[in-house]
């Protein structure tokens, strides 16, 4: 079973409108984190927003918001006001086990592609 | 900028020659990872290193091998390049006590 699902393997969205990429989990670790990241066409890899699962609040990050709900095992990544520079593959990803100092991998989903329209 | 870089940017082999890719880091992160790119496949880890000498696989190391006898640089060693491992490869780093990984620009390898 896929341990990172994103369903949307495509979305539009006009230009400053808010848009939501779906993103779901699975694992049975208590303690986990989940990330996103996204990568424009010149294909860099940037990091956007970080929630661990013992956290009380969404994580939010400027037009990035990260809407994490623990029981149905979803993290999806909400943008605000869309801009043309965020059109980009957008990635989920988890750790599982301890975070900080301890030793940890990070699974990826397939990621979803956002275009965002003038 | 998480000081990372990785050479060569681009390389083009032909099957069955080594390949070694370099990760290298300025501000000593004690782990350092590489993945592997595909399209309709994410991000796939290949290893990892937790320290110097300190090695372990991820979950696409076949064919892989990799190497880390100082901190700043992570190799990643194609022994014998086939065409499956055309690919974009990239380098990540994490600092101790921060969970976030940084990751460099990339490599992409086109193996005829």
């Known amino acids: 079973a896929q341990k990172i699902t994103q369903t949307q393997p495509g979305m539009f969205v006009q230009e400053k409108e808010a848009v939501t990429l779906d993103c779901t989990y699975d694992?049975?670790?208590?303690?986990?984190?989940l990330f996103w990241y996204k990568q424009p066409s010149s294909g860099e890899m940037i990091f956007l927003i970080y929630?661990?699962?013992?956290?009380?609040q969404n994580a939010t990050e400027g037009r990035y918001s990260l809407n994490f709900q623990k029981a149905r095992k979803s993290a999806n990544l909400v943008i605000s006001a869309s801009q043309l520079g965020d059109s980009a593959m957008y990635f989920c990803a988890m750790r599982e086990g301890g975070g900080g100092g301890s030793n940890y991998k990070l699974t990826f989903g397939k990621g979803t592609l956002l275009t965002v329209n003038p | 900028d998480a000081g990372i870089t990785q050479s060569p940017r681009h390389k083009v082999t032909e099957t069955g020659t080594p390949v070694t890719l370099r990760c290298h880091q300025t501000e000593n992160h004690r782990y350092m990872y590489w993945y592997r790119q595909d399209p309709g496949h994410g991000l796939r880890l290949i290893h990892y290193s937790y320290g110097v000498k300190d090695t372990d696989k991820g979950e696409v190391s076949d064919g892989y091998s990799v190497s880390r006898s100082k901190t700043e640089d992570f190799l990643l060693t194609l022994e014998s390049a086939t065409s499956s491992q055309t690919s974009v490869y990239f380098c990540?780093?994490?600092?101790?006590?921060?969970?976030?990984?940084?990751f460099g620009a990339g490599t992409r390898l086109s193996v005829l």
């Open positions: 990540a780093i994490r600092g101790q006590g921060d969970d976030i990984q940084y």
């Open positions: 929630q661990g699962s013992y956290d009380q």
């Open positions: 694992t049975s670790d208590p303690s986990y984190g």
